[in-house]
């Protein structure tokens, strides 16, 4: 099933254990005790996503930053030039 030791994480929580344990006994039946030895059989959909041609990407920002964020990001890009 699954196995958590102690020692690997310095970061271990009792209570994030806790969860992990409840998720695993809520979906007992979902989980199998034995891995499979072989894939699963192909489906007959093929998942594919239809591109566009010429289609312009979205314009949005990809990620807002804070201004204390940008800052030590900029003090970063400035000390990686300096080397």
């Known amino acids: 099933m ?3 030791r102690m020692g ?3 970061y ?3 209570k994030l254990l806790e969860e992990v344990i409840e ?3 809520n979906y007992k039946n979902a989980i199998p005790n034995v891995p499979p030895n072989k894939l699963p059989l192909r489906c007959e959909v093929n998942h594919k996503i239809e591109l566009e041609l010429r289609a ?3 314009t949005k920002i990809p990620y807002y930053m804070t ?3 940008l800052e030590e990001l ?3 890009k ?3 030039d300096a080397r």
């Open 2 to 4: 699954v196995a958590l």
């Open 8 to 10: 690997d994480a310095p």
């Open 12 to 14: 271990f929580d009792e």
């Open 23 to 25: 998720v695993l006994e």
């Open 56 to 58: 312009k990407p979205p």
């Open 67 to 69: 201004l204390m964020e």
């Open 74 to 76: 900029q003090k970063l």
């Open 78 to 80: 400035d000390f990686l």
